[in-house]
C-alpha cells in the first residue's frame, strides 16, 4: 500500500496556478501566483540567442564564399595535382555535413542533453575548427602571397607562385611542419567548423520559440522572423565582406575575422545563460504524456499544441510504469508535419538555382553602372539585404492588413503557397529575361543592365521569407513539445535534399533559356502538389478556426520592458 501510493504522488498533477512544464532557468525564476499573470516580453533572452546567430551565420557564409579560393590559389599552392578536385571536394563536404548534421543534433537536443548543452557544445567544436584553419594558413601568411591570391582565373599558379613556393619551404624548414601536415589540419578544422555549425543552426530557432510561454503565439511567431533576420544580416556581411577582407589583408586576418566572431558569439550565448528557458529533454516528454492523459482544458503551458485530430485515441489516464504515448500515436502525428515537408525538396533545389544559373545569366548582362562595376556573383548578396528588409515589412504591414481585412489569421500553409507563387513568378522573369538576351534580332549581350535581375530576385526573396520564416515557426507550433528538435532539423534536411537534387539537375546537359522554363514547370507542379497534399491540414492549436478577435483574445497580455 505504501508503494502504491508513492506512485501516486509521483504522478499527481501541480495546481493550476504552477508550471505544468518544468521548466529550469539559471536565475530560479518561477511562474506562480495569478492564473492570469501578466507576461514580459523576453528581451534579454533574445538578445543573447540572437546576437550570437548573427556572429555564427557571419562566419559560416563569409568562411563559404572564401573556401574554394583557400585550397586552389593558397593552402595548396604547393601541389599543381588535383588542385581543383580537392577544392570542390572541400567545398561540398562542408556544405553536406553542415546540413546532414541536423538530425543527430534534433536527437542530442531531444532525447539526450536539451538544446542548451547541444548549442554550447557545437560552438566549442566550430571554436577548435576555425583555430586550427587559422593555424594552417599562418606560416604562408607570414610570406605575404599576394602574387597567389592576385592571380586570374586562366592564370598557370604553378608558375606565378615559383617564388612563393620556395619562401613557403623555406618556412616549413624552420617550423619543422609539412605542406601535407598544414593541409590536413585545414581540412581537419573545416570538417569540425562544418559538424559544429550544423548542429547549431538546426536547432537554434526551436530555443528561440522556447523562451516563450504557449499562450505567447503572436509575439513568437514574429520572434521566429526577427531570428531569420538576424541570419541574413549575418550573412550578408559575410558573403560581402569576406571576399574584399580576403583579398586586401589575405586569408591569416580574413580566419582571424571569424574566429574572433564565433568566439565573441560564443562569449555572447553564455553571458545569457542565467536569462535562458532551458527545457530539459526528458521534462518535455513527461509533460506532453500528461498532456495528452488529461481529458479536460487546464492552463498547462503545452495543452494547446496537443489539441488534434488524434487526442481522442489518447485520453486514457496514464499509469505509473508504462509509456502513455506509443510510438504509433507518435508517429501518426509527425505524418501531416512531413507532409508539408516533402514537397519543399523540389522547391529548395530550384530555390538554390540564384547561386549558380543566375550568376551565369548576370555575366552575359552589362555589368556596368555607369563606372561602378557590379559582380555577377554579388546578385545573390543584394538578395540577403532584400530579405532583411522584406521581413518586418510582412510581419508589420501585409500580414496585420490581410487579417483585418479578412477578418481571420493568415495560416502557415497559405503562406507557403504565396511563396511558391512567388518563385513561379520569380522564374518566369528569369525565363523571359533570358528570351531577350538571347533574341536573334540584335546583339543585346552588352544592352542588357544586370539591374533586370533585381525584378527576380526581390521575388525569390519574397518566396524565401514567406517559406523559410514560416517553416521554422510551422515545425516548433505542429510538433510534439519533446519532438520540437528533431521536426525542425527535418525542416533543414529539406534544404539538405535539396542542394543535392540541384547539384543533380545541374548535370542535366541543356541550353540556359530551356533550363529556365523547365524549372519554371517544376515550380508549378511542386505548387500544385503541394496545395492538394495539404489541402485538409488540421493545425494542432486550432488557428485555422480562430477570428482574428478570438486569437487576439486568447493572447495573454505581454508586459514590454
Known sequence: GG???????VIQEPPADA?????????????????????????????????SSVGQSYSATGLQSVLELYFTRFLYVCSGRHRQSLSTTSVNVYIALYQLCAISSGFLADKVIGNFLTQVGSNIVITIGICLMTFSSWQYTLEKPHCCLNATEGSNLDTDCSALQKDVLFSHANLHISPAVNLSLAIT?????????????????????????????????????????????????????????????????????VLGATVTSTVLYLAGSCLYVKKKPQEKLHCSCKSQGRQKSTESETEPLLKDANQSNDTAAPTAGSPVVSLRTRLKQLVPIVGVFAPLVVFWAIYYQQNSTWVTQGAMMDCYLGRLHIPPDLMPSIEDLMVVSIIPLLDYAVYPHLERVLGRRVLPLHKMVAGMVCGVLSFLMAGLLQLYIHQPLEDCRGNVSILWQLPQLALISFAEVLINVTGLEFAYSQAPPDFRNIITAFWSITQALGTLLNAGIAQIPMS???AFFVYLVLMVIVTVVFVFINRNYRYRDGRERQTVATAEQDEPEVVRL
Open 19 to 51: 508550471l505544468s512544464l518544468n521548466v529550469s532557468r539559471g536565475d530560479g525564476a518561477r511562474d506562480s501566483g495569478s492564473e492570469k499573470r501578466k507576461r514580459k516580453y523576453p528581451y534579454g533572452p533574445l538578445f543573447f540567442i540572437l546576437g
Open 512 to 514: 540556359m533559356t530551356y
Open 189 to 257: 578544422g573545416l570538417v569540425l567548423f562544418a559538424i559544429g555549425y550544423g548542429h547549431y543552426n538546426a536547432i537554434q530557432s526551436v530555443f528561440v520559440g522556447d523562451q516563450f510561454q504557449e499562450e505567447q503565439s503572436k509575439a513568437k511567431e514574429r520572434s521566429f522572423s526577427w531570428y531569420y533576420l538576424c541570419l541574413n544580416v549575418g550573412s550578408f556581411a559575410g558573403e560581402g565582406g569576406m571576399p574584399i577582407l580576403r583579398q586586401s589583408v589575405g586569408f591569416v586576418i580574413t580566419w582571424l575575422t
Open 3 to 9: 508503494e502504491a501510493a508513492a506512485e501516486v504522488e
